[in-house]
């Protein structure tokens, strides 16, 4: 079964940046999928414990995956639904800087086996962090992207916040 396609377009072109300082979490987007709280995935997803794990769950996404924090900048998972494999739907990476949302690395929500869907984070320091995006073409099968991509981005401190700039893009083949 080949790749679905969506739109990743954001990592082939010159990057633009799309978070702005001060603006709040983006609210999860409708369901297209199951529940990522549903008996058969619930086991995936975690209970809020800090501010950024609240302000991301009240804006309408479950948790999951593994919270990273290096000094005051916190990167974490949410997603709005998941597949029949429990693997997550409309998810994305959010990105807090003492507390307050500073951007998502990713324009809009990802779906797991799709071109542009995150692979890997890296926080490298607290103001900076790469992610890795997977990558497929129309002949790629879906365990076995074509190419990645590595997105670096800075967290610059402005009057109005904190936000997360993409500053770089480099793409590989996997083979």
């Known amino acids: 079964m080949a ?15 799309w978070n702005e300082p001060g603006a709040p979490v983006p609210k999860a987007p409708a369901p297209k999928g199951d529940s990522p709280a549903g008996r058969r995935c619930a086991s995936g997803v975690h209970r809020p414990t800090t ?3 609240r302000a991301v769950a009240a804006a309408g996404w479950s948790l999951y995956g593994k919270t990273r924090t290096d000094g005051t900048t916190t ?11 429990c693997r997550p739907w409309d998810f994305q990476a959010f990105v807090f800087v003492k507390d307050t949302f500073a951007g998502t690395l990713s324009p809009r929500p990802m779906d797991s086996r799709t071109d542009g869907a995150l692979s890997d984070i890296r926080q490298l320091t607290a103001t900076a962090i790469e992610a890795v995006f997977f990558r497929y073409v129309g002949a790629d099968p879906l365990c076995c992207p074509s190419r ?4 670096r981005y800075r967290i610059e401190r402005r009057p109005q916040g904190s936000v997360v700039v993409p500053v770089s893009v480099r793409s590989t083949p996997t083979g």
């Open 148 to 151: 990645l991509t590595m997105v």
């Open 75 to 85: 990167i974490l998972l949410g997603q709005a639904s998941v597949d029949g494999m």
């Open 3 to 17: 790749a679905v396609a969506q739109t990743a377009e954001w990592l082939d072109k010159p990057l633009v940046p």
């Open 51 to 53: 501010a950024p794990e």
